[in-house]
């Protein structure tokens, strides 16, 4: 059953949150489990929605996926993998998009895979093409069929040379899933190189893969018949810890985020002090606070790693319909992310959105008639009102907004925000936010 979030905006959020494993890496991890020959211990992993769905996913397919119940740490044995039903892999996927990053290990172990039609946040195109494409150079054969597509290899996938004309994370993620196990040696250029990437990158070399970066965006990867399993500590979540640094902005709050980690955030740290807010950087995380002052409005664009990532963009507009003064954002990364604005305007916001590129990064969606710049003028007095959460950001940004707008906030839709953050609702109760979680009717 859906819930309701009532909140009652206005006060300052302060205390300590504590931040675990990417959501953008331990899906993938636990997908990992599959290519090997033996169980693997994945450590340092979030309650969240995504692994939920992949827990489920894994096991249909045969493995054994045990919890610690005093650490939380995963146990997961791939021995006995096999075939699951296309009607129990559509019933569990739900609307995730990690069925397709399945593929290539379960053609490694099993010979074949099926994968559901496909859904996800609706932040914009995010066609499965490139991971078809991907498959089919590896020598798969891809067979759409009712509800799903089914793909094979019946002489095992082979090493391949690979150009992405993007630097697709899901992509480079199933380039690798898929490589590491392939026969002979595969060349990845235009790769992303995130650190969610090569976190990655790291468990499957504990497994046994031979991988190398260049620094020119190139992977390669040296196929191997047989990888064993891994014990790994996730990489903590990145993203989670820049909408608690955002909501700190937004309320006038103090919030220390234990786990949050400097080299992984510099990017988003320096924007965060251009914007004037305030932080105190530790070995076991970061304290993000509003200094009292006037906030800054700055240009902003996001680009893929080392740039600004698309995932802070929405949570950091919200601080900056606090800022004085007028402040731009390309969006060069999604091209509909800017939907989440229409009831930031509602409450007060003042906000354009723009067809043109406002920026000087290189962008996809220039003359396409996408919606992927902001202008944002400040400060603006928000105020509560009914919000629909459209994904998963967006609805966390809309959260940080009602937590700072003067009167009450219904918020439905509140489940995708379950998918990347954990617990939420309880760091918010423990942060003094005053809300209620009802029913919906």
Same mark, same amino acid.
């Given at each position: ?23 953008? #890496? ?11 020959? @033996?169980?693997?211990? #994945?450590?340092? +992993? ?11 996913l ?18 997961? /044995? ?7 039903? =296309?009607?129990?892999?559509?019933? =569990? ?8 990053l399945? &593929?290539?290990? #379960?053609?490694?172990?099993?010979? @074949?895979?099926?994968?559901?039609? #496909? ?14 494409? +991907? ?5 798969a054969?891809?067979? %759409?069929?009712?509800?799903g597509? =089914? ?44 650190p ?27 196929? +191997? ?13 990145? !993203? ?23 080299? /992984? ?8 002090? %251009? ?10 995380g ?7 002052? %006037? ?10 790693h080392?740039?600004?990532?698309t ?17 731009? +954002?390309? @969006?060069t990364?999604?091209? !509909? ?19 043109e &590129?406002?920026?000087?990064?290189? &962008?996809?969606?220039?003359?396409? !008639? ?27 940004? =809309? ?27 309880? %760091? ?14």
């Amino acid at each position: 059953m859906s819930s309701v979030l009532t909140i009652r905006g206005g006060v300052p959020l302060t205390g300590r949150v504590t931040v675990r494993g990417a959501k953008n #890496l331990v899906p993938k991890a636990m997908v990992a489990a599959l290519l090997g020959n @033996e169980p693997s211990v #994945l450590r340092n +992993v979030p309650e969240i929605k995504d692994v939920e769905v992949v827990t489920s996913l894994l096991q249909l397919h045969g493995v054994t996926v045990e919890k610690d119940p005093l650490t939380g740490d995963l146990t997961l /044995d791939p021995t006995n993998a096999k075939t699951a039903s =296309h009607t129990a892999i559509d019933a =569990h996927a739900g609307d995730s998009r990690i069925p397709i990053l399945l &593929c290539g290990p #379960l053609i490694h172990a099993i010979g @074949e895979a099926f994968i559901p039609d #496909l859904g996800g946040c609706k932040i914009g195109d995010r066609p499965i093409d490139y991971h078809l494409n +991907v498959l089919r150079q590896f020598g798969a054969v891809v067979e %759409k069929r009712p509800g799903g597509i =089914h793909i094979s290899a019946p002489g095992g996938l082979k090493g391949a040379k690979i150009s992405l004309p993007y630097p697709s994370v899901g992509a480079t993620e199933q380039v690798l899933l898929s490589a590491t196990r392939a026969e002979g040696i595969t060349e990845l250029s235009g790769a992303a190189t995130e650190p969610e990437i090569v976190d990655l990158i790291a468990v499957l070399q504990k497994m046994g893969a031979i991988i190398s970066v260049q620094t020119d965006r190139t992977i390669r990867i040296e196929g +191997v018949p047989d990888l064993g399993g891994y014990n790994h500590r996730a990489l903590s979540d990145r !993203n989670e810890s820049a909408s608690w640094a955002s909501a700190a902005l937004v309320t006038r709050g103090d919030i220390f985020v234990e786990g949050a980690t400097q080299r /992984d955030m510099m990017t988003f740290l320096n924007t965060y002090r %251009k914007v004037g807010g305030g932080m105190d950087i530790g070995d076991d995380g970061i304290r993000f606070y509003h200094k009292g002052g %006037k906030l800054n409005p700055l240009v902003l664009e996001t680009d893929v790693h080392p740039g600004f990532m698309t995932d802070w963009q929405q949570p950091l507009i919200v601080a900056l319909t606090q800022a004085e003064g007028v402040s731009i +954002v390309h @969006e060069t990364v999604y091209e !509909n992310r800017f939907g989440f604005t229409d009831a930031l305007i509602r409450m007060g916001a003042n906000i354009q959105v723009h067809r043109e &590129c406002l920026g000087s990064v290189p &962008c996809r969606f220039g003359q396409r !008639n996408f919606l992927h710049s902001a202008v944002i003028s400040g400060p603006a007095q928000l105020t509560g009102t009914d919000i629909d959460v459209p994904d998963l950001r967006g609805g966390f940004s =809309h959260l940080i907004a009602a937590l700072a707008a003067n009167g009450t906030s219904r918020v439905t839709g509140i489940d995708i925000i379950n998918r990347g953050y954990e617990r939420f609702t309880e %760091k918010l109760a423990g942060l003094g936010a005053d809300f209620d979680i009802t029913a919906a009717e």
